[in-house]
Protein backbone atom coordinates (compact mmCIF):
# COMPACT_ATOMS: atom_id res chain seq x y z
CA UNK A 1 0.00 0.00 0.00
CA UNK A 2 3.52 2.14 0.38
CA UNK A 3 3.22 5.14 3.20
CA UNK A 4 0.29 6.96 4.28
CA UNK A 5 1.51 10.54 3.28
CA UNK A 6 1.65 9.06 -0.36
CA UNK A 7 -1.74 9.40 -0.86
CA UNK A 8 -4.20 11.56 1.76
CA UNK A 9 -7.11 11.67 -0.38
CA UNK A 10 -9.10 8.74 0.60
CA UNK A 11 -9.62 6.51 4.38
CA UNK A 12 -7.10 4.28 5.50
CA UNK A 13 -7.86 1.52 7.77
CA UNK A 14 -6.79 -0.82 10.18
CA UNK A 15 -5.84 -3.13 7.32
CA UNK A 16 -3.71 -0.09 5.72
CA UNK A 17 -1.92 0.63 9.09
CA UNK A 18 -0.22 -3.11 9.67
CA UNK A 19 1.20 -2.24 6.47
CA UNK A 20 3.31 0.60 7.50
CA UNK A 21 7.38 0.60 8.48
CA UNK A 22 7.26 -0.71 12.00
CA UNK A 23 9.97 1.74 13.33
CA UNK A 24 7.38 4.83 12.46
CA UNK A 25 4.28 5.50 14.83
CA UNK A 26 1.22 6.71 13.20
CA UNK A 27 -2.56 7.07 14.57
CA UNK A 28 -5.59 6.61 12.34
CA UNK A 29 -8.52 8.88 13.79
CA UNK A 30 -12.10 8.60 10.93
CA UNK A 31 -9.18 7.47 8.61
CA UNK A 32 -7.45 10.37 8.79
CA UNK A 33 -3.36 9.24 9.17
CA UNK A 34 -1.42 11.29 11.91
CA UNK A 35 2.15 11.07 11.96
CA UNK A 36 3.39 10.29 15.89
CA UNK A 37 7.11 11.82 15.37
CA UNK A 38 9.10 13.31 17.53
CA UNK A 39 9.32 11.00 20.14
CA UNK A 40 7.89 12.30 23.33
CA UNK A 41 10.61 14.20 26.18
CA UNK A 42 12.31 12.79 28.62
CA UNK A 43 10.15 15.08 31.23
CA UNK A 44 6.70 13.30 29.58
CA UNK A 45 8.33 10.05 29.53
CA UNK A 46 9.11 10.30 33.37
CA UNK A 47 5.33 11.00 34.20
CA UNK A 48 4.34 8.23 31.72
CA UNK A 49 6.49 5.77 33.75
CA UNK A 50 5.10 7.18 37.22
CA UNK A 51 2.14 6.92 36.46
CA UNK A 52 2.15 3.68 34.67
CA UNK A 53 3.88 2.56 38.43
CA UNK A 54 1.18 3.88 40.00
CA UNK A 55 -1.51 2.61 38.26
CA UNK A 56 -0.34 -0.67 38.35
CA UNK A 57 0.28 -1.19 41.88
CA UNK A 58 -3.21 0.41 42.87
CA UNK A 59 -4.65 -2.52 40.03
CA UNK A 60 -2.63 -5.32 40.49
CA UNK A 61 -5.44 -7.22 42.35
CA UNK A 62 -8.20 -6.40 40.16
CA UNK A 63 -9.08 -7.39 36.93
CA UNK A 64 -8.00 -4.14 35.14
CA UNK A 65 -4.56 -4.15 33.21
CA UNK A 66 -2.64 -0.88 32.12
CA UNK A 67 -0.75 -0.22 29.29
CA UNK A 68 1.33 2.41 28.19
CA UNK A 69 2.84 3.73 24.58
CA UNK A 70 3.40 1.58 21.89
CA UNK A 71 -0.26 0.17 22.58
CA UNK A 72 -2.72 -0.19 19.61
CA UNK A 73 -6.20 0.71 20.77
CA UNK A 74 -8.92 0.24 17.93
CA UNK A 75 -12.01 2.31 18.31
CA UNK A 76 -14.69 -0.69 16.95
CA UNK A 77 -17.20 -2.83 17.80
CA UNK A 78 -15.46 -6.06 18.54
CA UNK A 79 -17.00 -7.98 15.65
CA UNK A 80 -15.57 -5.06 12.99
CA UNK A 81 -12.59 -6.65 11.11
CA UNK A 82 -9.65 -5.00 10.04
CA UNK A 83 -11.04 -3.60 7.05
CA UNK A 84 -14.01 -1.62 8.88
CA UNK A 85 -11.42 -0.28 11.59
CA UNK A 86 -10.82 3.79 10.87
CA UNK A 87 -9.57 4.75 14.20
CA UNK A 88 -6.59 2.91 15.73
CA UNK A 89 -4.91 5.49 18.47
CA UNK A 90 -2.01 4.97 20.42
CA UNK A 91 -2.50 6.69 24.00
CA UNK A 92 0.50 7.32 26.18
CA UNK A 93 -1.68 5.12 28.59
CA UNK A 94 -4.69 3.12 28.82
CA UNK A 95 -6.74 0.98 31.42
CA UNK A 96 -9.10 -1.68 30.23
CA UNK A 97 -10.94 -3.22 32.90
CA UNK A 98 -13.04 -5.34 30.39
CA UNK A 99 -10.23 -8.26 29.65
CA UNK A 100 -12.51 -9.40 26.50
CA UNK A 101 -11.77 -6.09 24.58
CA UNK A 102 -8.21 -7.30 24.81
CA UNK A 103 -6.15 -9.61 22.61
CA UNK A 104 -2.89 -9.96 20.89
CA UNK A 105 -3.00 -6.83 19.44
CA UNK A 106 -3.89 -4.41 22.05
CA UNK A 107 -7.10 -3.23 22.55
CA UNK A 108 -10.13 -3.67 20.23
CA UNK A 109 -12.75 -1.05 21.99
CA UNK A 110 -12.91 1.56 23.93
CA UNK A 111 -10.75 1.56 27.32
CA UNK A 112 -12.36 2.75 30.64
CA UNK A 113 -9.73 5.27 30.91
CA UNK A 114 -7.08 7.53 28.68
CA UNK A 115 -4.34 9.44 29.32
CA UNK A 116 -2.69 12.01 27.26
CA UNK A 117 0.52 14.18 28.14
CA UNK A 118 0.53 17.16 26.11
CA UNK A 119 3.14 18.29 24.06
CA UNK A 120 3.63 21.11 21.71
CA UNK A 121 3.24 18.95 18.49
CA UNK A 122 0.07 16.92 20.05
CA UNK A 123 -1.64 19.66 21.36
CA UNK A 124 -4.28 20.43 19.44
CA UNK A 125 -5.22 16.84 18.63
CA UNK A 126 -5.26 15.93 22.07
CA UNK A 127 -7.49 18.48 23.49
CA UNK A 128 -9.79 18.50 20.62
CA UNK A 129 -9.67 15.32 18.04
CA UNK A 130 -9.37 12.96 20.50
CA UNK A 131 -11.02 14.59 23.08
CA UNK A 132 -14.38 13.93 20.66
CA UNK A 133 -13.62 10.57 19.53
CA UNK A 134 -12.96 9.33 23.58
CA UNK A 135 -16.74 11.09 24.44
CA UNK A 136 -17.88 9.54 21.43
CA UNK A 137 -16.08 6.13 22.06
CA UNK A 138 -17.41 5.91 25.80
CA UNK A 139 -14.28 6.18 27.48
CA UNK A 140 -15.06 6.93 31.28
CA UNK A 141 -12.70 8.96 32.27
CA UNK A 142 -9.76 11.21 29.81
CA UNK A 143 -6.67 12.67 31.45
CA UNK A 144 -4.91 15.20 30.42
CA UNK A 145 -1.75 15.96 31.83
CA UNK A 146 0.15 19.44 31.32
CA UNK A 147 3.69 18.85 32.56
CA UNK A 148 5.22 22.29 32.87
CA UNK A 149 2.14 23.91 34.77
CA UNK A 150 1.94 20.40 36.82
CA UNK A 151 -1.79 20.06 35.75
CA UNK A 152 -4.15 17.11 35.29
CA UNK A 153 -7.50 18.22 33.36
CA UNK A 154 -9.70 14.95 33.89
CA UNK A 155 -12.91 15.11 32.01
CA UNK A 156 -15.80 11.92 32.87
CA UNK A 157 -18.54 10.72 30.70
CA UNK A 158 -21.29 11.89 32.18
CA UNK A 159 -25.08 9.67 32.51
CA UNK A 160 -25.62 11.74 29.07
CA UNK A 161 -22.63 10.06 27.33
CA UNK A 162 -20.90 13.42 27.15
CA UNK A 163 -18.12 14.70 28.93
CA UNK A 164 -18.75 17.21 31.20
CA UNK A 165 -16.78 20.17 33.17
CA UNK A 166 -13.54 19.03 34.08
CA UNK A 167 -11.93 18.52 37.54
CA UNK A 168 -8.69 20.33 37.35
CA UNK A 169 -5.79 19.16 39.53
CA UNK A 170 -2.08 20.05 40.98
CA UNK A 171 0.82 18.37 41.77
CA UNK A 172 -0.38 18.66 45.56
CA UNK A 173 -3.88 16.76 44.98
CA UNK A 174 -5.03 13.78 45.04
CA UNK A 175 -7.12 11.86 41.98
CA UNK A 176 -9.81 9.81 42.78
CA UNK A 177 -10.48 7.49 39.86
CA UNK A 178 -14.26 6.67 38.80
CA UNK A 179 -13.68 3.67 36.88
CA UNK A 180 -15.11 0.17 37.94
CA UNK A 181 -11.46 -0.58 39.65
CA UNK A 182 -11.40 2.78 41.61
CA UNK A 183 -8.23 3.96 42.63
CA UNK A 184 -6.50 7.56 43.84
CA UNK A 185 -3.08 8.72 42.76
CA UNK A 186 -1.06 11.27 44.48
CA UNK A 187 0.26 13.87 42.40
CA UNK A 188 2.97 14.68 44.19
CA UNK A 189 4.65 11.48 43.18
CA UNK A 190 3.82 11.89 39.65
CA UNK A 191 5.03 15.52 39.37
CA UNK A 192 8.45 15.05 41.20
CA UNK A 193 11.37 17.43 39.78
CA UNK A 194 13.87 16.17 37.74
Known amino acids: MGRPEENLNRKFTYTDYLTWPEE ?25 AALIASFFNNLKNTPSQVFGASFEVR ?26 KLDARGCQGSPDLIVEVISPSTFRKDIKEK ?14 IYPEEKTVVVFRLGN ?14 DIQSKIPDS ?3 HLAEIFIDE
Not at 24 to 48: C, F, K, L
Not at 76 to 100: G, L, M, S
Not at 131 to 144: M, P, Q, S
Request: aromatic share 14%; glycine share 4%.
Open 160 to 173: DCKYGRPDVYTELD
Open 183 to 185: FTI
Open 75 to 100: LAEKDKNDKEIFTVVQPDIAIICDRT
Open 131 to 144: FYLYEKAGVLEYWL
Open 24 to 48: ERWEIIDGIPYNMTPAPSTRHQQIV
